[in-house]
């Protein structure tokens, strides 16, 4: 054994290859955390000091090769300021140079998944061989930084820098066959013959038939591009990618800058440009809002794994009523492999909705996601009926019939006289209180919400409501399906508008407030679209559809009079007794027309202006500022206010429900977070200014108070 530590153990066979093993103790995978780097730094020491040896393979012992750094210790390390990251960078590069510069040939043996700082450490070795299962990539941009422990440096120099600006600025997890197409690894063979493959790299090497040391030169060197070249690729791509990545989100545009910047370089001046544009970044507030969202979305995916775990199985499903979302959810179900039942009480719904997802399949063949057998067999777990015929089989049952309690008691009574005792019923409604659906039920312990959003097959979240008398089993049993069916699950407690809508209303009621005020609703578009929301408040509700969104408010307006409900019409109102009721007839805020592809494109129409001016009261001008503040504020406070009312556990998946619900701009983290970032005193102070011209949807709860005066947040310091 050359050495053995908590992560990493060293030891050399008879033929004086060493292999070092990333094998962490008690963890299901392996990551690079300062104390496992540290480690890679002592083990690296112990293979200089053994003369022995004639070359190395470095792998792992687990199903992942390496994931990456341990995002866990970002916020706390970023925090400690530029010249800290500059330290830990410095040390890295210290200890992978070292790797790279061992005096006899090296490989890695990529067995499963190897990202950012783990294909990293695949590029510090001479060669790498791949097994044909594993993925290997770059996402560190993802999480608005830039690979930084070397990776800007090397894989430019091993696959050319358009191949390596790809990789890198959009963060791709890549398949073994496009590794090895453009030339990141130098072999894929099957998982079980990697290590042979590795040591018959090495043989090779030490008999001279592959020149290793030509190897190391080159990654060690500037890399090789005529001036011509390194114009048309490097503006090319900047010009692309700004483009797609948006202002919001500058890592990717950096990194091509630092691959840029560092071509003419040799090793050590290269790392070194990469190494302060790293820390510029990692000090930036969207790299800290990137870095909580994942950290976030692990706690969810934690809560809905321990959920999963007690779940009974769920193998076959049904939907009641094959509509918008009938038909969506019964797609999402058999796409990802649950048989489900689709029951409508019309022979043309039925028809509708196999139509759509037989579409939506057809839009896989074409991209070759799926073949047309594939196909065949994903469309055929769809049983479309109209009668109960198979429901005794059935372990759970979405109702997504239309939006009136009256239908949705008589249909969820009769289906629970078909089921089996154990069976879960679940509702998909929108604005009707989970223990009111309940209340007729003979198992209410086995029901509750099941709130998908429209596209279903393109939203990722699914609320799922706990009523009064839900049981764990019924919510286990939910979350495990709807993490089947590719979504990510967020358990709520019933209030109305559960979580989301409760927090998207009060922001609908800031859009009235302002359009009242004199606001052209058109520039508050604008506004909004810049802050990073992917559509303004007046598209979003041509979208959504003025009938829907009228109906909600008046559930809301019910469920908190106190600050929900209004005197007067809003702008919504007056469109929907218009009969704009948004893109459903092709009129709304906006007028919709057919663009090329067909879909609605929107256009500013004077007729809504005429009618919005039934409403304005005043003729205030807003700064963009304002506007922003007007907007935020309602929806934050409501965030707050759902959390204090245990409608939603953390403030991790309040903020992932608005980002994956909604589409809340991820680079600001959530509505939480975003109260953290404007710091919770400044935030009250702002509500608080409004609360008095605007009213109590404004104003900030006791407990916000009370944590602005105590200095809490709601993520704590370095979370
Ligand atoms: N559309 C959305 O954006 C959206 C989003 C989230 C939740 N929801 C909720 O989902 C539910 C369905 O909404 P939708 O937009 O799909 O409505 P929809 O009108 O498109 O579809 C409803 C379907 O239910 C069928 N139906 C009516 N009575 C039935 C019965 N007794 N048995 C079986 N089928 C019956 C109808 O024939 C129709 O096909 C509603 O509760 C709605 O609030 C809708």
Known sequence: MIYQGNAITVASNGDNIATLTFDLKDESINKLSSAVVKELGEAVKALQGDSDLKGLVIASAKDVFIVGADIT???????????????????????????EDLPFPTVTAINGLALGGGCEVTLTTDFRVMGDKAKIGLPETKLGILPGWGGCVRLPRIVGADNAIEWIAGGSENRADAALKIGA??????????????LDILARANRGELDYQARRDEKTAPLKLNPIEQMMVFETAKGYVAGKAGPHYPAPIEAIKVIQKGAGEERGRAQAIEAKAFAKLALTDVCYNLVGLFLNDQVVKKKA??????????????????????GGIAYQSASKGTPILMKDIKEDAIELGLKEARKLFGKQVERSKLTTEQMAEKLSNIRPTLSYGDFGHVDLVVEAVVENPKVKDAVLTEVEGLVDDKAILTSNTSTISINRLAENLKRPENFCGMHFFNPVHRMPLVEVIRGEKTSDAAVAATVAYARAMGKTPIVVNDCPGFLVNRVLFPYFGGFSFLVEQGAD???????????????GPAYLLDVVGMDTAVHANEVMAEGFPERMARDGKTAIQVMYENERLG?????????????????????SDDAAYALVKQVVKEDKTFSDEDIIARMMVPLCLETVRCLEDDIVASPAEADMALIYGIGFPPFRGGALRYIDAMGVAAFVELADGLAEELGPLYAPTDKLREMAKSGDTFYGKSA
């Open 521 to 535: 609703f058109q520039h508050v578009d604008k506004v909004m679209e810049k802050f990073g929301w992917p559509m």
């Open 305 to 326: 794994g321990q959920y999963e775990k007690q779940a009974q199985p769920v193998k076959q499903t049904a939907v009641l009523g094959a509509g918008i979302m009938g």
């Open 583 to 603: 893109q459903k007839n092709d009129k709304g805020f906006y007028a919709y027309e057919e663009d090329k592809k067909g879909k609605p494109k929107k256009v």
């Open 73 to 99: 210790e970002f916020h706390g390390m970023f925090s400690k300021g530029e010249a800290q990251i500059a330290e830990m960078l410095e040390q890295v590069h210290g200890i992978f140079n070292a790797i």
């Open 185 to 198: 690894v130098d072999a894929v063979v099957p998982g079980d013959q990697l290590e042979s493959a590795a």
